[in-house]
């Protein structure tokens, strides 16, 4: 498998996703265990619309997995992670 390209879209997204204070701490509370959404929400104290309105954009945007009903970063939510 090849090196990833790190293009402007995906420094666009990575930029999207850090000025946001609710996705970063979502990313950061999955970390690299992963956790179940009932565990982010009730971590964050977050609503079910803040955790369902931002989980699905992360989600969307290659951030986030979810895998039998657990969270997960992918590669690009890790580079999430690490940036801080």
Do not use: P
């Given at each position: 498998m090849g090196e990833k390209i790190r293009d402007r879209e995906h420094h666009e997204r990575l930029f999207k996703a850090s000025m946001n204070p609710i996705r970063r701490k979502i990313v950061a509370c999955i970390g690299i265990q992963g956790k179940t959404r009932e565990e982010v929400k009730k971590e964050l104290e977050l609503s079910d619309f803040q955790l369902k309105f931002n989980l699905d954009w992360l989600i969307s945007?290659?951030?986030?997995?979810?895998?039998?009903?657990?969270?997960?970063?992918?590669?690009?939510?890790?580079?999430?992670?690490?940036a801080g």
């Open positions: 945007q290659g951030f986030v997995i979810e895998e039998d009903g657990i969270l997960k970063l992918t590669d690009d939510g890790i580079e999430l992670l690490e």
